[in-house]
């Protein structure tokens, strides 16, 4: 075995059962359902931050209607409403988690 071989070694055994995951997912379903979860939300009458991320939103479907109007309320009129333009997905966790 080569030393570049042998550096490379650990790196590849931890990345390729990832990479054989990527591969194996349903990324039609995956985005059929990332469709219903925005269209659930926009359906409720929110407009969602540009910088939500998959898992949030899935998560936030999910809630029940009082539950969504509660954070998405909470979270943009925070900081007296400073938050009505999210652009930061880590601060926007940090002041409303999901």
């Given at each position: 075995?080569?030393?570049?071989?042998?550096?490379?070694?650990?790196?590849?055994?931890?990345?390729?059962?990832?990479?054989?995951?990527?591969?194996?997912?349903?990324?039609?379903?995956?985005?059929?359902?990332?469709e219903?979860?925005?269209?659930?939300?926009a359906?409720?009458?929110?407009?969602?931050?540009?910088c939500?991320?998959?898992g949030d939103m899935?998560?936030?479907?999910?809630?029940?209607?009082?539950?969504?109007?509660?954070?998405?309320v909470?979270?943009?009129?925070?900081?007296?409403a400073?938050?009505?333009?999210?652009?930061?997905?880590?601060?926007?966790?940090?002041?409303?988690?999901?």
């Amino acid at each position: 075995m080569d030393e570049l071989t042998r550096r490379l070694k650990p790196f590849l055994d931890e990345t390729i059962p990832f990479v054989q995951k990527l591969v194996e997912t349903d990324w039609t379903a995956v985005l059929s359902d990332h469709e219903k979860s925005f269209l659930s939300m926009a359906e409720r009458g929110w407009t969602l931050p540009d910088c939500i991320d998959l898992g949030d939103m899935r998560t936030l479907h999910l809630k029940p209607p009082e539950k969504l109007d509660r954070y998405f309320v909470e979270g943009f009129m925070a900081h007296g409403a400073k938050n009505l333009i999210w652009s930061d997905p880590a601060a926007m966790r940090a002041i409303h988690p999901v």
